[in-house]
């Protein structure tokens, strides 16, 4: 959420961004329960101060003045209580609206309406270019019996995914190498559940808004998250973090669950759109200040580009417009991977700066160096999410002959391998 002071002092910029960002609040109505709000205050403090200014007249009063006196702070004791439902009611809608706030996009931020109006900044890599018909990545699977997509529908539904032999040792393998070379640039590496409690979506930002997507436990309270940002975000929640325990950068593998509602004939073959995944997540808390936060948005972006670099892969860096960020996001970008099939790029990797919206929302503060609390900023990126990347693993690195080569980064992870989909052969000694 935003600081409500500034909201009162800079409701047109605010409004923008609901506007830009496709919100649906009324900051209007928020800006009425303020004010309704701070009347009832003032109400209360003023009939306490009224009870407090009667009591202290008691002790001194006449037998005569007395019972008009106590009989005036049973009147004003009562008057406050029924006030009390009235206060909380409001205090309550207040914060439910404050949390629908949208962040102030940054002002390099395109207006757009959704992803189609997204601004490309560059492109890396060369495309392949293949002198035979290239299979899409469910025919290499298929091909070298990596996946087996009807029993892992009967015991698991539909969008469940299940990876066997060298496709199975290659997402290892790229989960591992990403955890290494995160760790290698001063990331601490975590494994984190996604079993979560639902307050820290709330804390996240995820709610409200996005429980269509989340999937819950019945019979209990908690639910499952969709990317290690959720429960890394409240690791802390609340406390106040010494100075000089900032930044914090975390490396943080856990699996993700995504209920993909609305997505309906979307991506529905292969490993595009699943609804569990393994993810390695980016996640960075700094102190307030932009200019050390846009250092680290340009250092986690540059990690994931050095990732796919190492994985030879061909992507493109895009800005997204202001229709296409969240509501929290300052800034953020994504990067899409080059898929052969469907000759287009697909977002593998995305980039956000959040500034101290989540902050405020966990209770992540910290004493600056003159002793005044102030909430942190974070600041998240995917370090790579399986088996989605395996769909442009797979397709850009297919040979003729349907094997895989294995990029050089990963082969240590493989055994050495610098193909995957041979036929081993026994070798005896004569």
């Not at 106590?70 to 439902?85: F, H, R, T, V």
């Not at 029993?151 to 040792?169: N, P, T």
């Not at 990403?178 to 559940?193: E, H, I, K, V, Y």
């Not at 442009?392 to 990029?407: C, F, K, M, S, Y």
Request: charged share 25%; proline share 5%; with cysteine.
């Amino acid at each position: 959420m935003l600081d409500l002071k500034f909201i009162r002092e800079n409701a047109g910029a605010v409004k923008h961004a609901i506007a830009v960002k496709g919100v649906t609040l009324d900051l209007d109505d928020l800006l009425q329960v303020d004010r309704e709000l701070l009347e009832l205050k003032q109400r209360v403090e003023a009939m306490q101060a009224e009870r407090n200014a009667n009591a202290k007249l008691v002790p001194k009063a006449t037998s005569d003045e007395r019972p008009a006196l106590i009989q005036k702070g049973k009147d004003l004791a009562e008057e406050l209580k029924a006030l009390e439902p009235q206060l909380r009611a409001h205090e309550d809608m207040l914060r439910q609206l404050l949390l629908r706030v949208p962040n102030i996009p940054h002002e390099s931020v395109p207006v757009g309406r959704d992803d189609s109006e997204n601004v490309e900044l560059r492109r890396e890599g060369t495309l392949p270019h293949f002198d035979f018909t290239p299979l899409d990545h469910v025919e290499l699977l298929e091909k070298h019996g990596w996946a087996d997509p009807e029993r892992v529908a009967r015991v698991s539904g539909s969008r469940s995914y299940l990876l066997k032999g060298d496709a199975a040792m290659l997402e290892m393998a790229v989960l591992t190498f990403t955890m290494n070379f995160l760790a290698a640039r001063g990331f601490t590496p975590l494994t984190t559940s996604a079993l979560v409690r639902p307050e820290t979506f709330v804390a996240s930002g995820h709610f409200p808004g996005g429980e269509d997507q989340v999937y819950k436990i019945d019979g209990s309270d908690f639910m499952l998250a969709g990317t290690a940002e959720v429960p890394v975000n409240s690791l802390y929640a609340g406390e106040q973090l010494p100075l000089e325990a900032l930044p914090m950068a975390f490396a943080a593998l856990s699996a993700a669950f995504r209920s993909e509602a609305g997505s309906a004939g979307r991506d529905v073959r292969g490993l595009i759109r699943v609804h569990e995944f393994r993810k390695v997540e980016q996640y960075v808390l700094c102190r307030a200040d932009e200019a050390e936060a846009m250092r680290w948005f340009e250092a986690i972006l540059a990690n994931a580009e050095a990732l796919l670099q190492a994985l030879e892969l061909p992507y493109r860096v895009v800005q997204n417009c202001t229709g296409d960020m969240g509501a929290g996001k300052v800034l953020m970008y994504d990067i899409e991977t080059w898929v052969p099939s469907e000759q287009i790029y697909r977002e593998t990797h995305s980039c956000s700066y959040l500034g101290d919206w989540q902050a405020r929302r966990t209770g992540l503060r910290y004493r600056d160096e003159h002793g005044k609390l102030v909430f942190a900023h974070t600041l998240n990126n995917t370090g790579i999410a399986s088996p989605r990347i395996l769909v442009p693993l797979l397709e850009n690195h297919q040979q003729a002959d349907g094997t895989i080569r294995v990029p050089v980064a990963l082969r240590p992870y493989l055994g050495g391998r610098e193909v995957l989909g041979q036929v081993a052969v026994a070798v005896t000694a004569s």
